[in-house]
């Protein structure tokens, strides 16, 4: 299931990613305050389970300016999930937010749509970044694609993923191969990480671009509503099959 939302907005913020997790977790509040709470609280402390979700943002005529991004014409965001519960409470709240205030920031509702998926029945699929895919080691350190443990934390993470969704891991080992894929660094304004290190933003390594992923068709279906990497939640890893 795939959700587009587009957005009159004057600007947004340069670390753009968490104003957009919180609409999403505004909208859930307001669709159904319960299960909101089970997704992201956990014993009165933040839930780090995996969400079963992933989103992308486009800005369509922008320009940068310091901190913010003016928008001259508007702001998308896409959202992709295979869960049913997920998303019937996330559609049904966001129809209830006409305008939604983060900060200085106004979002202005224009119109949603459900996205048509496209088909995967084959083993070998050739897919494009949305949304730009993390991979990080145990350590949490970034893993640089030409890093020889890159598609072994890329399964690590797609198992977790796949686990926490449907209760079992991948069928089969996935097969990574880039085709044209360039490295991105992403800012991103986390409170926490701000109050801890007095830094202003945590940089993200990541890639965007075009790659092709071999692997059981049951899971590069549930791969490409999923999203693929860490942080999905937080705007990284939505993909779209290419063709």
């Known amino acids: 299931m795939r959700l587009r939302c587009e957005y ?9 990613h968490m104003m957009f997790v919180s609409l999403i977790k505004e909208a859930l509040k307001k669709s159904n305050k319960e299960y909101q709470k089970k997704l992201y609280c956990y014993e009165n402390k933040t839930n780090k389970k995996i969400k079963n979700f992933c989103f992308s943002v486009f800005m369509k005529d922008f320009e940068k300016k310091e901190d913010v ?32 205030e983060y900060r200085e920031f106004t979002l202005n509702k224009v119109r949603m749509s459900i996205l048509r998926e496209k088909n995967i029945n084959e083993g070998c699929i050739v897919f494009n970044t949305l949304s730009p895919i993390c991979i990080k080691d145990r350590d949490n350190k970034p893993v640089d694609l030409e890093d020889d443990r890159f598609e072994r934390e890329l399964n690590y993470i797609v198992n977790k993923s796949l686990e926490s969704y449907r ?20 800012k991103q304004d986390i409170k926490k990480f701000k109050e801890n290190t007095n830094k202003k933003y945590y940089y993200v390594n990541a890639y ?7 692997g059981d068709i049951e899971d590069l279906k549930d791969i490409y509503l999923l999203g693929l990497g860490f942080k999905r939640s937080q705007g990284f890893g939505m993909i779209e099959v290419v063709g």
């Open 167 to 186: 209760g079992y891991g991948i069928k089969e080992k996935i097969k990574f191969i880039p085709y044209k894929m360039k490295k991105v660094v992403v």
């Open 8 to 16: 009159k907005t004057e600007k947004i913020p340069l670390a753009y």
């Open 208 to 214: 965007s671009g075009i790659f092709r992923l071999n």
């Open 69 to 100: 991004f003016v928008i001259n014409d508007k702001v998308v965001i896409n959202i992709s999930t295979p869960d049913y519960e997920f998303f019937i409470n996330l559609y049904n709240g966001l129809l209830k937010i006409k305008e939604f």
